[in-house]
């Protein structure tokens, strides 16, 4: 019930950096967190980063510390993932994806919990 457009992605080189965008509209009064997760080929979807709406607290996986950060505009109902120092391993659709419901912190990186989806956007990295 919250339509999500995610923007930014492309081709970079190993070292470079990158920044994603996602607009969600519709009803996003609900929202609770905006997240990022990402698919490569041949691996299963896992959890990037995800950001709570009423503090901006961020939550990261152990791969993209120090190198991700998100963060929320809620006047203009967006999340963005700065992506700095990228290696091909971060190769993926990136897709982002809203909660609607309060949860536990620790539930935010559970792909299960998160009710939207977007259509991703491709991130290519070269070597």
């Known amino acids: 019930q919250v339509q999500l457009v995610e923007s930014g992605g492309g081709l970079v080189q190993a070292g470079g950096s990158l920044r994603l965008s996602c607009a969600a509209s519709?009803?996003?009064?609900?929202?609770?967190?905006m997240g990022w997760f990402r698919q490569a080929p041949g691996k299963e979807r896992e959890f990037v980063a995800t950001?709570?709406?009423?503090?901006?607290?961020?939550y990261y996986a152990d791969s993209v510390k120090g190198r991700f950060t998100t963060s929320r505009d809620a006047a203009k109902n967006t999340v963005y993932l700065q992506m700095n120092s990228l290696t091909p391993e971060d190769t993926a659709v990136y897709f982002c994806?809203?909660?609607?419901?309060?949860?536990?912190?620790?539930?935010?990186?559970?792909?299960?919990?998160?009710?939207?989806w977007g259509q991703g956007t491709q991130v290519t990295v070269s070597s």
């Open positions: 994806a809203v909660v609607r419901h309060s949860i536990w912190s620790n539930e935010l990186q559970i792909s299960a919990r998160y009710d939207d």
């Open positions: 519709g009803r996003t009064f609900s929202v609770y967190a």
């Open positions: 950001v709570r709406w009423s503090d901006n607290i961020a």
